[in-house]
């Protein structure tokens, strides 16, 4: 593994293999080394390079696995004036991080990025896959070539960090077929980009019986299981019964990523099985199960209905306002609000709900004690994780922007708001209050737009943004105010508890992330980050603010859905066109917009390639 220096080598730290004495360790650490294998030999070093050994952590508190193999230390280099900037992840938010750095990022900043996953995938794309739509090779990018000229990538997994020392141990990946091979790399600044695991909420089987659907993995075992379920079931001997199961698939999840893959198997069905299994195509059942009492539960209501319209017809069925209770080889116990529970034989399960804590950012928890939440570590509006001391900073899934509850400081906030010292807030100190405060208390932001619409604070495109505003605030506990109200301090403080219990995270979409990974893109750009926030001064006062623009879902026959602000849902087949053009559009490199591009066009005129390879 090639490590800073360009010739310095990991396997060459010690050159005089099974002499503890000569490489300066104990001998139980030598011992290790000796185990894994690597090649004696010396080599020649770059000045002032400094590449040693330290002992592996026998054990690791709080999530992250024991490293049994030796770890190597990459120092901090011998010093320039640039700070280190470690990245973790290739996902949305690394990836669109570095896309945004600028070319010239390298004589600012030192920067490398460690990933067990060489490559970015283009995750919306990834139903595609499964069914054989789209190519694997098409909604990747390998990560070394949005880095050139930036900085270097290391093919590892993190599995430690020490937050005081500032100090990582990261490993090459297990599955990768050589032994384990441990560094211990230090860094200035880290950013945690690692994204999220699977989430089984604890149901039996999960795990065992299902198809996951994050990777290119998941969607390639799905693609294979899907083929060898309509051979098996075409055989002569195949049972009645057992054709049935074999051609039963069961779609855990009603958001978009539930959607798409039903709408791709559908398609792929429809347009390219029926003419090679005519026989056995009346067996073919597609099942949504989802907890909710209509899918895209996200979107708008009419976009849900339309969507629910189209499966119908296609012979999709939907179980809704159903849970699973467990899954077993080949059934899916499906449990309904009337406590009925439903058996359903299997081909192929697919869980496309549910996301958890992924455990590297377990192990940060354990090592910074403001941290405490269920799901990511808590930043604050500019990315940086609290509790750090602003030397690491966090976005996408991995991520969560900590939000104040203004309840708390309901009194001091009622004092400032009341100019005139009357003991009671008019509607339009209100507005002040809330607009002022938005820095502190974000969610203040969207009241205080809601009462600018009810005020007619917005008149421009014929009304049309007033509409929206009030439209998406409608539920806000403004609503219910006449603007002739005066609202005293307990009134005052029950609306705070009303509008903090509208509190909610940022969605874990891609979209997020992307923005997240371009803010903070910005702000190493615009400005010195040291890693302490003693000597990093950050002139925007302006954190981190999620522009919306939309969702857009796949439902099949190509026809799509998109939910855009201000303009409300678009549905159809001239929908499914722009769906195809943004998703095409929305790669991260020229070179993935033509594959995609060739993708569709071999789809169309070819067909699917149903084999099994």
Same mark, same amino acid.
């Given at each position: 593994?090639?490590?800073?220096?360009?010739?310095?080598?990991?396997?060459?730290?010690?050159?005089?293999?099974?002499?503890?004495?000569?490489?300066?360790?104990?001998?139980?650490?030598?011992?290790?080394?000796?185990?894994?294998?690597?090649?004696?030999?010396?080599?020649?070093?770059?000045?002032?390079?400094?590449?040693?050994?330290?002992?592996?952590?026998?054990?690791?508190?709080?999530?992250?696995?024991?490293?049994? %193999?030796?770890?190597?230390?990459?120092?901090?280099?011998? *010093?320039?004036?640039?700070?280190?900037?470690?990245?973790?992840?290739?996902?949305?938010?690394?990836?669109?991080?570095?896309?945004?750095?600028?070319?010239?990022?390298?004589?600012?900043?030192?920067?490398?990025?460690?990933?067990?996953?060489?490559?970015?995938?283009?995750?919306?794309?990834?139903?595609?896959?499964?069914?054989?739509?789209?190519?694997?090779?098409?909604?990747?990018?390998?990560?070394?070539?949005?880095?050139?000229?930036?900085?270097?990538?290391?093919?590892?997994?993190?599995?430690?960090?020490?937050?005081? *020392?500032?100090?990582?141990?990261?490993?090459?990946?297990?599955? %990768?077929?050589?032994?384990?091979?441990?560094?211990?790399?230090?860094?200035?600044?880290?950013?945690?980009?690692?994204?999220?695991?699977?989430?089984?909420?604890?149901?039996?089987?999960?795990?065992?019986?299902?198809?996951?659907?994050?990777?290119?993995?998941?969607?390639?075992?799905?693609?294979?299981?899907?083929?060898?379920?309509?051979?098996?079931?075409?055989?002569?001997? /195949?049972?009645?019964?057992?054709?049935?199961?074999?051609?039963?698939?069961?779609?855990?999840?009603?958001?978009?990523?539930?959607?798409?893959?039903?709408?791709?198997?559908?398609?792929?069905?429809?347009?390219?099985?029926?003419?090679?299994?005519?026989?056995?195509?009346?067996?073919?059942?597609?099942?949504?199960?989802?907890?909710?009492?209509?899918?895209?539960?996200?979107?708008?209501?009419?976009?849900?209905?339309?969507?629910?319209?189209?499966?119908?017809?296609?012979?999709?069925?939907?179980?809704?306002?159903?849970?699973?209770?467990?899954?077993?080889?080949?059934?899916?116990?499906?449990?309904?609000?009337?406590?009925?529970?439903?058996?359903?034989?299997?081909?192929?399960?697919?869980?496309?709900?549910?996301?958890?804590?992924?455990?590297?950012?377990?192990?940060?928890?354990?090592?910074?004690?403001?941290?405490?939440?269920?799901?990511?570590?808590?930043?604050?509006?500019?990315?940086?994780?609290?509790?750090?001391?602003?030397?690491?900073?966090?976005?996408?899934?991995?991520?969560?922007?900590?939000?104040?509850?203004?309840?708390?400081?309901?009194?001091?906030?009622?004092?400032?708001?009341?100019?005139?010292?009357?003991?009671?807030?008019?509607?339009?100190?209100?507005?002040?209050?809330?607009?002022?405060?938005?820095? /502190?208390?974000?969610?203040?932001?969207?009241?205080?737009?809601?009462?600018?619409?009810?005020?007619?604070?917005? *008149?421009?495109?014929?009304?049309?943004?007033?509409?929206?505003?009030?439209?998406?605030?409608?539920?806000?506990?403004?609503?219910?105010?006449?603007?002739?109200?005066?609202?005293?301090?307990?009134?005052?403080?029950?609306?705070?508890?009303?509008?903090?219990?509208?509190?909610?995270?940022?969605?874990?979409?891609?979209?997020?992330?992307?923005?997240?990974?371009?803010?903070? %893109?910005?702000?190493?750009?615009?400005?010195?980050?040291?890693?302490?926030?003693?000597?990093?001064?950050?002139?925007?006062?302006?954190?981190?603010?999620?522009?919306?623009?939309?969702?857009?879902?796949?439902?099949?026959?190509?026809?799509?859905?998109?939910?855009?602000?201000?303009?409300?849902?678009? /549905?159809?087949?001239?929908?499914?066109?722009?769906?195809?053009?943004?998703?095409?559009?929305?790669?991260?490199?020229?070179?993935?917009?033509?594959?995609?591009?060739?993708?569709?066009?071999? /789809?169309?005129?070819?067909?699917?390639?149903?084999?099994?390879?």
């Amino acid at each position: 593994m090639m490590l800073r220096g360009g010739n310095v080598r990991a396997d060459s730290v010690c050159a005089n293999r099974g002499k503890p004495a000569a490489c300066g360790l104990p001998k139980s650490s030598a011992g290790r080394q000796a185990s894994v294998g690597f090649p004696a030999r010396r080599v020649s070093r770059t000045p002032g390079m400094r590449v040693s050994a330290v002992s592996a952590p026998e054990k690791a508190s709080s999530g992250p696995e024991v490293v049994s %193999a030796p770890v190597y230390s990459i120092p901090i280099s011998n *010093k320039t004036t640039r700070p280190r900037v470690v990245v973790l992840g290739s996902g949305w938010a690394s990836m669109s991080f570095i896309k945004a750095l600028p070319k010239d990022i390298a004589e600012k900043y030192e920067v490398m990025l460690v990933s067990p996953r060489n490559y970015f995938l283009y995750t919306p794309l990834l139903p595609a896959v499964a069914t054989g739509t789209m190519e694997e090779r098409s909604i990747v990018e390998p990560v070394r070539n949005l880095l050139v000229g930036k900085g270097e990538y290391y093919e590892a997994v993190c599995k430690d960090i020490d937050p005081v *020392k500032k100090s990582l141990v990261c490993c090459f990946p297990k599955d %990768a077929g050589f032994p384990e091979a441990c560094f211990q790399l230090s860094y200035d600044v880290l950013i945690v980009g690692v994204g999220s695991v699977n989430n089984t909420f604890g149901i039996k089987g999960v795990s065992e019986y299902c198809n996951y659907f994050k990777s290119i993995e998941d969607a390639n075992k799905l693609r294979s299981r899907v083929s060898e379920c309509f051979e098996r079931a075409s055989l002569p001997g /195949t049972t009645a019964e057992e054709r049935k199961k074999l051609l039963s698939f069961v779609v855990v999840g009603g958001g978009p990523t539930g959607v798409e893959v039903a709408a791709e198997m559908h398609d792929m069905i429809e347009e390219d099985l029926v003419k090679l299994y005519p026989r056995i195509i009346p067996d073919v059942e597609i099942r949504i199960v989802d907890l909710m009492d209509h899918v895209l539960s996200t979107y708008d209501r009419a976009i849900s209905n339309y969507t629910a319209g189209v499966f119908q017809r296609a012979g999709v069925k939907l179980v809704l306002n159903s849970r699973v209770a467990s899954v077993s080889d080949g059934v899916v116990s499906i449990i309904n609000k009337q406590n009925e529970v439903t058996e359903v034989p299997f081909g192929a399960c697919v869980w496309a709900t549910g996301i958890a804590m992924n455990p590297f950012v377990k192990a940060i928890q354990a090592k910074i004690p403001e941290q405490k939440h269920f799901r990511s570590v808590e930043t604050d509006e500019f990315m940086r994780v609290r509790g750090s001391d602003g030397s690491i900073f966090a976005f996408g899934d991995s991520s969560t922007i900590f939000q104040p509850k203004a309840m708390e400081f309901a009194d001091r906030l009622f004092d400032e708001a009341d100019t005139n010292k009357d003991g009671k807030l008019t509607m339009e100190e209100l507005a002040v209050l809330l607009k002022s405060a938005a820095k /502190t208390y974000p969610h203040f932001t969207e009241h205080a737009r809601f009462l600018d619409a009810k005020s007619g604070g917005f *008149k421009r495109f014929g009304g049309l943004v007033n509409k929206q505003i009030k439209k998406e605030t409608a539920v806000s506990p403004l609503s219910t105010l006449d603007q002739s109200v005066a609202l005293d301090k307990q009134a005052f403080a029950s609306l705070l508890g009303q509008i903090d219990s509208g509190l909610r995270a940022l969605p874990a979409t891609a979209q997020v992330a992307s923005q997240q990974g371009q803010f903070v %893109a910005d702000l190493l750009k615009n400005n010195m980050v040291t890693g302490s926030m003693a000597t990093t001064t950050i002139t925007t006062t302006k954190g981190f603010n999620y522009f919306h623009k939309g969702s857009a879902a796949y439902v099949g026959s190509d026809n799509a859905v998109f939910d855009v602000p201000i303009i409300g849902p678009l /549905t159809g087949w001239y929908a499914g066109v722009m769906w195809k053009s943004f998703e095409t559009y929305s790669q991260i490199s020229f070179r993935n917009r033509c594959l995609v591009f060739t993708d569709w066009l071999r /789809t169309k005129m070819f067909g699917r390639d149903i084999s099994r390879v």
